[in-house]
C-alpha cells in the first residue's frame, strides 16, 4: 500500500516533504545552530551566513526557533489530527453500522456541528479556558473539527454494510465490535487515513491561527506563537520580514506536503482521477470523442 | 416544501445547540461563573449596567432550568448583553457595526472563487491529463494548503509595505468622510483589494478540486456517451450536461465552506486591521470581553445556517426530485 503510494509521484513529493519536516522537528536539537530562546544577535539583525534567517525583536536567532517551533507545531498537529480521526471514524461506523435510531442521533448531531461554524466556537472556549498551552489547544481542535470524517465516514459505512461479506458474517453470529473493527474499519482504511492527513493540515493551521490571535500560550514556541510575536512587535513594518517569513514558509510547505499526499490517496482510491500520461497521438484521438469517459 | 420546513427545524435545534454551549460553558469551568464571565469589567461598568448583564446571561437567584430559560429569552429577543470593552455599546451594536465590512469581504471573495475556482476545475477535467491539469490542480491544491494567515501577512507585506501601491489597512481613507460618494465608494473598493485577494486565494483550490473531480466522475456516465454519439458540441456537453450536473455537490461545499471563510475572514482583519468581525473580536478578546466572544459564536452560527438556508432553496431549484 504505501509502495503505491510512493508511486504517485505527487504523494511521493509530499511524503518527502513532510518527512523532511519530521526530520527536522525530531533532530531539532542536534540541528538548530542556537538555543532557540538563547539571545544570539543584536534585535531584528537581517539574514547573514552566521543568522541564516535573521533575529526576531529579542535578538533569537529565527532559523533556531523555526526548527524547535516545528516540534510543537507538528506535535500538536498529529495530536489533534488523532483525536479528530478516531472520534469521527467512531461515530461515522457506529451510525452507519447500526442504522435506525442511533443513525438518526448521531447524525443529527454530526450535521449540527458542521452548521455551527469552528472557529468561533473554538474562539469562546479557548477564551473560556484561558491562556491555552498547546496541548489544550489539540484538544479544543480535536473535539470541535471531527464533523466531516464523521459523515464521509458514515456514508461510505452505509455501502458496505450492504456487501455479501458483512451479511456472511453476521450469519455467522459474529459480535457487532468484531465486525466493526475486523470487516468494516480495514475497508475504510483508504478514506480514513485521506481524513487523517486532512485533519492534521487543519489542526497545524488553526493552532497557528488560534496563536496568532493571542489565544495561545505565549511563553510556547511554536510558528504559531512565532507569528504572534512577530504581530505584536510590528515585525513586518518596521521591515523585519524574515520573523514573519520563516514560520509562514514552514506553515506552507509542510501543509503543502500534506495535501499532496492526499491528492496522491483520491487518486489511487478513485483511477478516473489519475492524470494519465498518455502519448500525444493517442490523446488527440482521445480528446476527440471515443473516450470522453 | 417538507424538506425545506425539515430543515428549518435542523437550524432552529442547531442555533439551540450554540446557545446551550454559551450557557454552559461559564457554569462548567471551576470557579465562579459570574466571577469568571465578568472579572475584566472591573469598575467599567456602573452597578445597574451589571445588574442587566447578570439578567442577560440568566445569573439569577433561581435553580438552573429557571436560569436556562431567563438566558434563552435573552437570546431569542436577541439580547446580547453589554459589551465590556465597548461599553456603553451593547454587544448587537458592535456586532452589527462590524459585520457589513464582513459580509462584503466574505461575499465578495467567495463569488470570485467559486466562479473562477468552478470554471477552472471544468477545464481541468473537460482536458484531464492535459498541461493545465496536470499542473493547474496540484498547484491549486497547494494553494489551498496555504493558510489564509500566510497569504495575508504575505500580501500585507508586499504590496502594501514593500511596493506601497496598496493601503497597508483600514477599510477606507482617513481623509474621507463615511457615506455613499464616489470618492468614499472606490476608497473602499481599493482598501477591499487586498483583502478580499487573499480570502479568494485560499478558497479557489477547494471549488477547482471539487468540480473537477465531480465532472470526471459524471464525463464516464451513459448520458455523456450518449451526448457525444449523438454528435452534441462541445461547448453544451461541457456546460450544460455535465458541468450543470457537477454543480450541486459544489454548492453544497460552497455553502459548507462559508464557515471556514468566516474564520478566514476573521484572521484576514485582523493582518488588515479591517473594521468586521475579526478585527472587533480581536479587540474583544484581548480585553477578555466574554459577552462580545459569546455574541459572535451566535451572529456567526446564524450567518452559516442563513448561508446553508440559500443552498437549500438553491438545491431544490436546481434539483427537480426534491421539488415535490
Given at each position: 500500500m504505501l509502495k503505491t503510494l510512493l508511486r504517485n509521484r505527487k504523494a511521493a513529493f509530499g511524503a518527502t516533504l513532510v518527512a523532511l519536516f519530521l526530520g527536522l522537528a525530531i533532530a531539532a536539537p542536534l540541528l538548530a545552530?542556537?538555543?532557540?530562546?538563547?539571545?544570539?544577535?543584536?534585535?531584528?539583525?537581517?539574514?547573514?551566513?552566521?543568522h541564516v534567517l535573521g533575529s526576531t525583536?529579542?535578538?533569537?536567532?529565527v532559523l533556531s526557533q523555526t526548527i524547535h517551533g516545528g516540534r510543537t507545531s507538528l506535535l500538536v498537529g498529529f495530536a489533534a489530527g488523532l483525536i479528530v480521526t478516531v472520534i469521527g471514524v467512531g461515530i461515522g461506523v457506529t451510525a452507519g453500522y447500526f442504522g435506525g435510531r442511533v443513525d438518526e442521533a448521531l447524525n443529527l448531531l454530526t450535521n449540527i456541528s458542521l452548521v455551527i461554524p469552528n472557529l468561533p466556537l473554538m474562539l469562546v472556549l479557548a477564551a473560556f479556558l484561558g491562556q491555552t498551552s498547546p496541548f489544550v489547544i489539540a484538544a479544543i481542535i480535536g473535539l470541535t473539527s471531527w464533523g466531516w470524517g464523521a459523515r464521509v465516514v458514515r456514508a461510505q459505512t452505509l455501502s458496505l454494510r450492504q456487501r455479501d461479506y458483512v451479511l456472511a458474517a453476521e450469519l455467522l453470529g459474529e459480535p457487532a465490535w468484531r465486525i466493526i473493527l475486523v470487516e468494516l474499519i480495514p475497508n475504510l482504511i483508504s478514506i480514513i487515513g485521506f481524513n487523517f492527513i486532512g485533519s492534521v493540515l487543519y489542526a497545524v493551521i488553526t493552532e497557528a491561527t488560534l496563536e496568532f490571535l493571542?489565544?495561545?500560550?505565549?511563553m510556547a514556541l511554536s510558528w504559531g506563537t512565532m507569528l504572534y510575536h512577530a504581530q505584536t512587535t510590528s515585525a513586518l513594518r518596521v521591515g523585519a520580514w524574515w520573523e514573519v517569513v520563516a514560520p509562514s514558509l514552514a506553515l506552507a510547505l509542510f501543509g503543502s506536503g500534506l495535501s499532496l499526499v492526499n491528492f496522491g490517496i483520491d487518486e489511487i482510491a478513485n483511477p478516473r482521477l489519475r492524470s494519465l500520461r498518455v502519448p500525444k497521438k493517442l490523446r488527440a484521438a482521445a480528446l476527440h470523442g471515443l473516450a470522453t469517459r | 416544501m417538507a424538506f425545506l420546513l425539515r430543515r428549518i427545524a435542523f437550524y432552529i435545534a442547531a442555533f439551540l445547540v450554540a446557545a446551550t454551549f454559551n450557557f454552559l460553558l461559564p457554569r462548567l469551568l471551576p470557579g465562579d461563573p459570574v466571577e469568571t464571565m465578568f472579572a475584566q469589567s472591573g469598575t467599567a461598568l456602573p452597578p445597574e449596567s451589571m445588574a442587566a448583564l447578570r439578567a442577560t446571561f440568566g445569573?439569577?437567584?433561581?435553580?438552573l432550568p429557571l436560569q436556562y430559560a431567563r438566558y434563552l429569552a435573552s437570546v431569542f429577543t436577541w439580547d446580547l448583553g453589554l459589551s465590556i470593552k465597548f461599553h456603553p455599546l451593547t454587544v448587537n451594536e458592535v456586532l452589527w457595526r462590524a459585520l457589513p465590512w464582513t459580509l462584503l469581504l466574505v461575499l465578495t471573495s467567495s463569488l470570485l472563487a467559486f466562479s473562477v475556482g468552478s470554471l477552472a476545475g471544468v477545464a481541468a477535467a473537460w482536458r484531464r491529463g492535459g498541461r493545465f491539469d496536470s499542473f493547474g490542480a496540484p498547484a491549486a491544491l497547494m494553494l489551498q494548503a496555504v493558510p489564509p494567515l500566510v497569504t495575508s501577512l504575505v500580501a500585507l507585506y508586499v504590496?502594501?509595505?514593500?511596493?506601497?501601491?496598496?493601503?497597508?489597512?483600514?477599510?477606507?481613507?482617513?481623509e474621507l468622510d463615511p457615506g455613499w460618494t464616489l470618492a468614499f465608494m472606490a476608497s473602499v473598493a481599493q482598501h477591499a483589494i487586498l483583502p478580499v485577494a487573499t480570502l479568494a486565494l485560499a478558497q479557489i483550490g477547494g471549488y477547482l478540486i471539487t468540480m473537477r473531480n465531480s465532472m470526471i466522475n459524471l464525463l464516464g456516465e451513459d448520458y455523456i456517451v450518449l451526448g457525444t454519439a449523438k454528435g452534441l458540441g462541445d461547448r453544451r456537453l461541457r456546460f450544460a450536461y455535465a458541468g450543470l450536473n457537477a454543480l450541486l455537490p459544489a454548492m453544497t461545499s460552497f455553502a459548507m465552506s462559508l464557515g471556514a471563510v468566516f474564520g478566514g475572514s476573521l484572521i484576514t482583519e485582523i493582518v488588515f486591521n479591517y473594521p468586521g468581525l475579526g478585527y472587533t473580536l480581536f479587540q474583544g478578546i484581548a480585553a477578555r470581553d466574554y459577552p462580545l466572544i459569546q455574541g459572535q459564536l451566535l451572529i456567526m452560527t446564524l450567518a452559516m445556517l442563513a448561508a446553508n438556508f440559500i443552498a437549500d432553496l438553491l438545491t431544490v431549484a436546481l434539483d427537480p426530485r426534491l421539488r415535490g
Amino acid at each position: 500500500m504505501l509502495k503505491t503510494l510512493l508511486r504517485n509521484r505527487k504523494a511521493a513529493f509530499g511524503a518527502t516533504l513532510v518527512a523532511l519536516f519530521l526530520g527536522l522537528a525530531i533532530a531539532a536539537p542536534l540541528l538548530a545552530p542556537y538555543a532557540p530562546n538563547q539571545r544570539a544577535a543584536r534585535p531584528h539583525e537581517q539574514p547573514s551566513s552566521e543568522h541564516v534567517l535573521g533575529s526576531t525583536r529579542m535578538g533569537r536567532d529565527v532559523l533556531s526557533q523555526t526548527i524547535h517551533g516545528g516540534r510543537t507545531s507538528l506535535l500538536v498537529g498529529f495530536a489533534a489530527g488523532l483525536i479528530v480521526t478516531v472520534i469521527g471514524v467512531g461515530i461515522g461506523v457506529t451510525a452507519g453500522y447500526f442504522g435506525g435510531r442511533v443513525d438518526e442521533a448521531l447524525n443529527l448531531l454530526t450535521n449540527i456541528s458542521l452548521v455551527i461554524p469552528n472557529l468561533p466556537l473554538m474562539l469562546v472556549l479557548a477564551a473560556f479556558l484561558g491562556q491555552t498551552s498547546p496541548f489544550v489547544i489539540a484538544a479544543i481542535i480535536g473535539l470541535t473539527s471531527w464533523g466531516w470524517g464523521a459523515r464521509v465516514v458514515r456514508a461510505q459505512t452505509l455501502s458496505l454494510r450492504q456487501r455479501d461479506y458483512v451479511l456472511a458474517a453476521e450469519l455467522l453470529g459474529e459480535p457487532a465490535w468484531r465486525i466493526i473493527l475486523v470487516e468494516l474499519i480495514p475497508n475504510l482504511i483508504s478514506i480514513i487515513g485521506f481524513n487523517f492527513i486532512g485533519s492534521v493540515l487543519y489542526a497545524v493551521i488553526t493552532e497557528a491561527t488560534l496563536e496568532f490571535l493571542g489565544l495561545g500560550d505565549p511563553m510556547a514556541l511554536s510558528w504559531g506563537t512565532m507569528l504572534y510575536h512577530a504581530q505584536t512587535t510590528s515585525a513586518l513594518r518596521v521591515g523585519a520580514w524574515w520573523e514573519v517569513v520563516a514560520p509562514s514558509l514552514a506553515l506552507a510547505l509542510f501543509g503543502s506536503g500534506l495535501s499532496l499526499v492526499n491528492f496522491g490517496i483520491d487518486e489511487i482510491a478513485n483511477p478516473r482521477l489519475r492524470s494519465l500520461r498518455v502519448p500525444k497521438k493517442l490523446r488527440a484521438a482521445a480528446l476527440h470523442g471515443l473516450a470522453t469517459r | 416544501m417538507a424538506f425545506l420546513l425539515r430543515r428549518i427545524a435542523f437550524y432552529i435545534a442547531a442555533f439551540l445547540v450554540a446557545a446551550t454551549f454559551n450557557f454552559l460553558l461559564p457554569r462548567l469551568l471551576p470557579g465562579d461563573p459570574v466571577e469568571t464571565m465578568f472579572a475584566q469589567s472591573g469598575t467599567a461598568l456602573p452597578p445597574e449596567s451589571m445588574a442587566a448583564l447578570r439578567a442577560t446571561f440568566g445569573f439569577i437567584d433561581q435553580p438552573l432550568p429557571l436560569q436556562y430559560a431567563r438566558y434563552l429569552a435573552s437570546v431569542f429577543t436577541w439580547d446580547l448583553g453589554l459589551s465590556i470593552k465597548f461599553h456603553p455599546l451593547t454587544v448587537n451594536e458592535v456586532l452589527w457595526r462590524a459585520l457589513p465590512w464582513t459580509l462584503l469581504l466574505v461575499l465578495t471573495s467567495s463569488l470570485l472563487a467559486f466562479s473562477v475556482g468552478s470554471l477552472a476545475g471544468v477545464a481541468a477535467a473537460w482536458r484531464r491529463g492535459g498541461r493545465f491539469d496536470s499542473f493547474g490542480a496540484p498547484a491549486a491544491l497547494m494553494l489551498q494548503a496555504v493558510p489564509p494567515l500566510v497569504t495575508s501577512l504575505v500580501a500585507l507585506y508586499v504590496f502594501a509595505i514593500e511596493f506601497k501601491i496598496l493601503p497597508t489597512g483600514f477599510a477606507w481613507g482617513a481623509e474621507l468622510d463615511p457615506g455613499w460618494t464616489l470618492a468614499f465608494m472606490a476608497s473602499v473598493a481599493q482598501h477591499a483589494i487586498l483583502p478580499v485577494a487573499t480570502l479568494a486565494l485560499a478558497q479557489i483550490g477547494g471549488y477547482l478540486i471539487t468540480m473537477r473531480n465531480s465532472m470526471i466522475n459524471l464525463l464516464g456516465e451513459d448520458y455523456i456517451v450518449l451526448g457525444t454519439a449523438k454528435g452534441l458540441g462541445d461547448r453544451r456537453l461541457r456546460f450544460a450536461y455535465a458541468g450543470l450536473n457537477a454543480l450541486l455537490p459544489a454548492m453544497t461545499s460552497f455553502a459548507m465552506s462559508l464557515g471556514a471563510v468566516f474564520g478566514g475572514s476573521l484572521i484576514t482583519e485582523i493582518v488588515f486591521n479591517y473594521p468586521g468581525l475579526g478585527y472587533t473580536l480581536f479587540q474583544g478578546i484581548a480585553a477578555r470581553d466574554y459577552p462580545l466572544i459569546q455574541g459572535q459564536l451566535l451572529i456567526m452560527t446564524l450567518a452559516m445556517l442563513a448561508a446553508n438556508f440559500i443552498a437549500d432553496l438553491l438545491t431544490v431549484a436546481l434539483d427537480p426530485r426534491l421539488r415535490g
